[in-house]
């Protein structure tokens, strides 16, 4: 199918321009990418994207390649975001910044959301694990092709927080303390991070839309059991 997909690159600011580029992928079809006052026009003609999710995540890897390959040769850093799919018909479907999955349908957020900031904020001003973590997750949830990466890097992250104060290697007190299980970790997520974590890209498997949501929605599960058990030490440290 075809698709025409928009976005832009950032920081808006610096301008970023370039010319209509065709590239031919395998499997056959036609990408073509152009880029105006660093707003990115992609189009697809691809026999295998057949689906609006497929269709951002394949622009946007194209879209990353030219940035890419420009920010390198002018020595800066550039990031792509893809908003818009425009299908043939001229619909339009804009990709918003929370995920939603599972039956029935849910997102990633608390509620109340205003306690839960609350109570995010305070301990991510005396946390260094739980503020990376949390920053880690953020790039997750934007970052569809490195979401594994990122969410693998957080649950890390506050698995150090355990392996600093036990002097162990903190799976095993992170574990105990979060309830957490090991083979869950693995399945969901370490498997597919991996690949991307060595350098091995050939190697990455295929993720599609469940998966994703299944990985984010497990990151997001153990940085609030971290939340929660921090409090928890925090009172029974507070004098009676």
Known sequence: MRYIVTGRVNPERADVSFGRVEMNPEGGGLISAS????????????????GLISAQIVAEDSANILVGAL???LGCGYSVEMIQVTEENGVPHV????????????????SPHVEFF??????????????????DYMRAIRDVTNCASY????????KSSF??????????????????????ITTTIKNFADPVRHGNWASVPATNASQCWEMLLLTRDILEKYLLFAEQQADGNKPV
């Not at 969410?151 to 506050?158: N, Q, S």
């Open 151 to 158: 969410c693998y890097r957080a649950v890390e992250g506050l």
């Open 35 to 50: 880029c105006d006052s660093s707003q990115v026009t992609v189009f697809l003609d691809i026999p295998t994207v057949d």
């Open 71 to 73: 920010g390198l040769s």
């Open 118 to 135: 609350n109570k995010a904020y305070r301990l991510s001003g005396r946390d260094v694990f739980f503020r990376l973590a949390v920053r």
């Open 95 to 110: 990709f918003g910044v929370r995920p939603m999955g599972g039956t029935p349908i849910r997102t990633l957020g608390f």
């Open 163 to 184: 392996s600093l104060k036990s002097g162990g290697d903190g799976w095993q007190e992170m574990h105990l303390a979060l309830k957490t299980k090991r083979e869950e």
